[in-house]
């Protein structure tokens, strides 16, 4: 079985907050990450982040904006021992629902590497439903 990372399904209506956890599968002999993902600012609002997983000391999570927005993770193993994490979450984050078509999407150039730099296959899933 590859590593997956994956957002939640969740539901609510225009206005309600939400929180949306970024979750692991077999996430383990990690070593470096980069996550990018997107969302559209006319649908939702990014609030705060209200968990970041503590075996993932240093952990970097920053919201974004350019010609588009979107949510940056970079983390890397700054001993050289890689991450074990299994079936966990790496953050939760909360957002404020502006519409009832809301989504979240990983970018390209997600990556997950072992402790040499080794990418480590891994699928990238948006389970994020349209909210209504």
Known sequence: MGT???????SG????????????ENFNGVGSMTLYL???PSELIFDTITYKNPLLPGMLVNEIHTSSSFIGFAWFSSTMIP??????T????KFILISENSQLWFLPGCEVTDSAGQPIATQFT???ERLT
């Open 4 to 10: 997956s990372i994956r957002t939640d399904t969740v």
């Open 13 to 24: 209506c225009a206005g309600d907050t939400v929180t949306i956890n970024i979750r692991t």
């Open 38 to 40: 997107g969302y559209d």
């Open 83 to 88: 991450a074990y994490l299994g079936n966990s």
């Open 90 to 93: 790496i953050a939760s984050l």
């Open 126 to 128: 948006n389970e994020l």
